[in-house]
Nanobody
Framework: QVQLVESGGGSVQAGGSLRLSCTAS????????MGWFRQAPGKEREGVAS???????SYADSVKGRFTISKDNARNTMYLQMSSLKPEDTAMYYC?????????????????WGQGTQVTVSS
């Protein structure tokens, strides 16, 4: 089973930027559905962004225009570029993927999860 490891989290001021990375233990070209989720204390996990077939992207309304998801199969890595960060973006961010081919890449499609990386945005 593929393993996912997130990196790039940290503490930034509001308005700043971070780029999260998710490196897979096998070629990401074989993983056609990947995404990012986040969970803040006391809140349920929410989908942030997903990428299907390396090109079809979807974003939560709260991050549209600020976050960009991408995948670099040569590096076996998926990225989440986050800009104009807000305090409400503070959460644990999780990389996720679906084992096997997926026709769609909805929130309930994901079966493999990373351990998470903390993003803290100060006001």
């Amino acid at each position: 089973q593929v393993q996912l490891v997130e990196s790039g989290g940290g503490s930034v001021q509001a308005g700043g930027s971070l780029r999260l990375s998710c490196t897979a233990s096998r070629n990401t070209a074989s993983i056609n559905c990947m995404g990012w989720f986040r969970q803040a204390p006391g809140k349920e996990r929410e989908g942030v962004a997903s990428i299907l077939n390396g090109r079809i992207t979807s974003y939560a309304d709260s991050v549209k225009g600020r976050f960009t998801i991408s995948k670099d199969n040569a590096r076996n890595t998926m990225y989440l570029q986050m800009s104009s960060l807000k305090p409400e973006d503070t959460a644990m961010y999780y990389c996720a993927a679906r084992s096997g081919w997926a026709r769609i890449c909805n929130d309930d499609a994901f079966t493999i999860w990373g351990q998470g990386t903390q993003v803290t945005v100060s006001s």
